[in-house]
């Protein structure tokens, strides 16, 4: 083998190593910036509300209790039932009172009759006076005799009025209309005017009171921002939205009925109240519900998805933007409260800028990408990495 050929022979394995580099090399060329998802934020009209944990309470509660004393005879309601104002709750033994009112009667008869006798003696002794026929002492005397038989018949009126009052009561009669409790008292019990331990208790549960706390400071801030402006309700009243024990949504909205006036120096926390429909009997008094309270709506707004949201090492929210020149740039933002899967942001962003939702995790400040629409129904893209450093 000449020497030509022996060299020839001793190139190919380079060459074809070389070509076989050189499209290794072609292949690991960048495709060019990574792809991230982002949002244009716009300013919009937001409807802000708190959730506020609280209690039911009746609207009106009553607790019966006796006015008069006696023994009990009857029970004539069902526990549990439906009550209207003035249906007949217990009858107490009426034999007593009975015969007051027949005392009563039969005293007021007296008077009556001693009232006529001393009018006619008074007549009599006027005419004798006259003539002086008798000392005008005696005739004083007739006349206050008089006077004192009328105040006698008014008194006696009085107390006949008291002894049918007393025979009326043996009867207790729904003060309101509601739903009735437990009795306590069964039949035979002897019961007094006045005792501490009531009967039985009636509230009225429709509409029903929902009573909630809030942080004084909280009340301020939104009064403040309602007077400014920055809030508005339209001239309604706030609405209010419920969830219940077992964390479903009431169907009804409630209304605000009004804030406490004073706030609680053990918790600095105001008292708000809200009345609700309850037209089915589904809400009962002391059950705990959560309460959305309505406050306003804020008409120049602006949010951004949580999901876009990191802290810096001071606890500062931040967010990434594209930025004209599309590279990523940080921004510190200020976020006092969340709006549903939002932040509504006050500050550090403006309308337009384009905030990195997703694929931004690998990449820093200052790093090229493409900024393509973010998709919250699309599945989560791989987060981009990081270009090689060129070595």
Partial sequence: MSFVKFAAVALLPLLAACGGAKDAGQQQQPAGPPEVSVITVQRQAVTLSSELPGRTTAFETSEVRPQVNGLILARLFQEGDQVRRGQPLYRIDPQPYVAQVASARAALARARAAIASSAGLQRRYGELVKINAIAKQ????????????????????????????????????????????????????LV????????????????????????????????????????????????????????????????LQFTDVSVDPATGTQTIRASFPNPRGLLLPGMYVRAE????????????????????????????????????????????????????????????????VEGASMLRPGMAVKAVAWNPNAKPAAPAAAPAAAK
Avoid: C, H
Avoid at 192 to 211: K, M, S, Y
Avoid at 327 to 351: D, E, F, H, M, S
């Fill in 138 to 189: 005696d005739y004083e005397n007739a006349i206050t005799s008089a006077q004192q038989a009328t105040a006698d018949v008014a008194a006696q009126q009085a107390a006949l009025k008291t002894a049918q009052l007393d025979l009326a009561r043996t009867t207790i009669t729904a003060p309101i209309s509601g739903r009735i409790g437990l009795s306590v008292a069964t039949t035979g019990a």
């Fill in 192 to 255: 007094t005017a006045g005792q501490t331990t009531a009967l039985t208790t009636i509230q009225r549960l429709d509409p029903i009171f929902v009573d909630v706390t809030q942080a004084s400071a909280d009340v301020l801030r939104l009064r403040q921002r309602i007077m400014s402006g920055d809030l508005s309700r339209g001239g309604q009243a706030a609405r209010v939205r419920l969830k219940l024990e077992d964390g479903s949504t009431y169907p009804i909205e409630g209304t």
């Fill in 293 to 356: 309270l309505v406050e306003g709506t804020e008409s120049d707004a602006i949010l951004v998805p949580i999901r876009a949201v990191s802290r810096d090492e001071k606890g500062k929210p931040t967010v990434q933007v594209v930025g004209k020149d599309g590279k990523i740039a940080l921004r510190v933002l200020t976020a006092p409260r969340t709006v549903g899967a939002n932040w509504l942001v006050t500050a550090g962003l403006n309308p337009g800028d384009k905030v990195i």
